[in-house]
């Protein structure tokens, strides 16, 4: 945590939101690419939660939500929805702007009951 404060957070995280959001060329790293810039979006956030104000400021709630409405990669949307969760934790108006709630939503049913929960829990 305390080497993470003096990380230039600002340059770092935009990186991470457009890898999310352009991962490649379609090929068998795209989900490996998408997966690692999620995991380390969450990392991020769950280890400093003030974080979430940039993911928010440089568009990666809308990022996020894209990727659970079109799933492509189960790893990827599961582990989508509970970085939305983190940042609802401290976001939660700009979590609904986004379209967050109807993006965890459409596909409920689909996560196994874990992630119902967290579903439920950033709703």
Not at 3 to 14: G, H, K, R, V, W
Not at 72 to 77: H, K
Request: charged fraction near 15%.
């Amino acid at each position: 945590e305390e080497a993470l404060i003096s990380f230039p957070m600002e340059t770092f995280i935009p990186l991470l939101v457009n890898l999310l959001g352009n991962p490649g060329c379609g090929d068998e790293t795209t989900g490996q690419v998408m997966l690692l810039a999620c995991r380390c979006l969450y990392n991020v956030v769950d280890i400093l939660p003030p974080t979430a104000r940039i993911i928010v400021g440089h568009g990666g709630l809308s990022v996020l939500c894209a990727n659970l409405l079109n799933i492509e990669y189960i790893d990827v949307a599961e582990l989508t929805v509970s970085t939305i969760e983190l940042i609802s934790e401290d976001q939660k108006v700009q979590v609904l702007k986004a379209g967050g709630l109807h993006a965890i939503l459409t596909f409920l049913d689909f996560f196994q009951i874990s992630v119902q929960r967290q579903a439920a829990n950033a709703a």
